[in-house]
């Protein structure tokens, strides 16, 4: 949190708390004592902070003090998730013993408030805000420095930072921790469900990302009306479904061609489609009416097509159609990553332009009033529009273009419908290369276990 993003610490604490705040930098009130979903607040002090600090209004009217910059960093800011499965009291508690263990234990000071707001769409949507000091506090607790000068060989210094706070590693723990602690307890209550601090792409999870709803679309499909973002989410998570059953059937393939390897690779193995045939001969001699029989023999003439159609007729064969199935699914991937990023830079500049839109006008009649005064009261009633405006003006440098923006970003969801279709054909080819597979197991294990499962896959698998 920082200045020079127009952020006031003691407008951020207020809200964050639900209280009324005087800042004594800006002379002026923030007010939220009538916002709702408030339950419980606290502030949670190291053994050397003055205890003076317990008071919100305090604490943070220092922390501003402190900082003289007008571009200077004021404080950490937490947004973390609880959990539905945990009760009130439980989440509290679970909140306070991550805090003191992870942060107070490093003379960090926390504020946390927890949140739980009426349901939108009968989602309930329980968390917790965390605002810390940047600046520590030293051993007699007065503020200390963020950073302190290493001197080099020439001369010349390289600032560094007094603690590892503000560091990737540091959030990484924390993260973790986090984790670790509510799945403690969700095995202490007998529950299976688990959470991971990793990212989906760090746990190898292939998961295109959603559009955000908001409350009212929510609200809007709770109460069975469709919206448009509603559908496009229930379009993109159908779709993520296909592309992990895709990724797991081809390393499922793999591995099942590494075992079959060491069985056929020897000096007068049969081919493919020796196996497939001598699949079908096993099960029509066992057959007992004609319409199994002609199942199974367009079973065995849908997968021998295919292994001439591709000219497939030996493991390495097999295997160099996998990597290729491979690679065409990770361009897909690869072109939606990049689309999605580009969908996400449109949809945030569209909202700063809508921003902008807005408080625009605010400043206009701040620009009309000349006495200074009535200059300075008005900034101070209208601080939250002015701040916002002048964020969007500063992601807003290369002027405001929403028709092209707009028009962009409806090309870009139609070229990801194009891309997700090409997800369907692969699907269906590992629909054969299955039946593949199942036709040679059940050649390998011969006719006398015909009455078992296959030896690597089950039909069901299929």
Known sequence: MKRSAGQSVIESAAYRAGERLYSERYGEYSDYTRKGGVVYTEILLPPHAPREYADRQTLWNAVEAAERGKNAQLAYSFDIALQNEFTLEENIALARRFLLDNFVSRGMIADFA???????????????????????????????????????EDGKFDAVPTTDWGKPEALEVWRKAW????????????????????????????????????????????????????????????????????????????????????ELDKPQSPTLTELLSDYCEARNAGAWSSKAKVSNLKRFAAAAAYLQENDLHTLDDLQARLDLLRKRLSDVKSNLDAKHGRMKELRDLLRYAEQYKRTNPVHDQLRDIKWKSKREQFKAEHESELRQLYLARRKLTDGIHTTEWQRELDALEQDCEAEYAKYKPLRDEMKTLLDVKYCVDQALSGEEDKSREPRLFTEKTI
């Open 114 to 152: 927890v949140h739980r707001p009426d349901k939108a769409g009968g989602i309930e949507n329980p968390h917790f805000h965390v605002l810390c000091p940047i600046r520590p506090l030293n051993p007699d607790g007065i503020w200390g420095a963020k950073q302190r000068r290493v001197y080099r």
């Open 179 to 262: 984790a670790e602690l509510c799945n403690a307890k969700f095995k202490d209550k007998g529950l299976e469900c688990r959470i991971d601090h990793r990212s989906y792409e760090r746990q190898g999870i292939d998961q295109a990302p959603t559009v955000h709803e908001g409350v009212a679309v929510r609200q809007m499909e709770a109460k069975g009306m469709t919206t448009d973002k509603g559908e496009r989410n229930r379009w993109i998570r159908s779709a993520n479904v296909m592309l992990r059953a895709l990724r797991e059937k081809i390393k499922a393939l793999t591995g099942w061609l590494e075992e079959l390897r060491a």
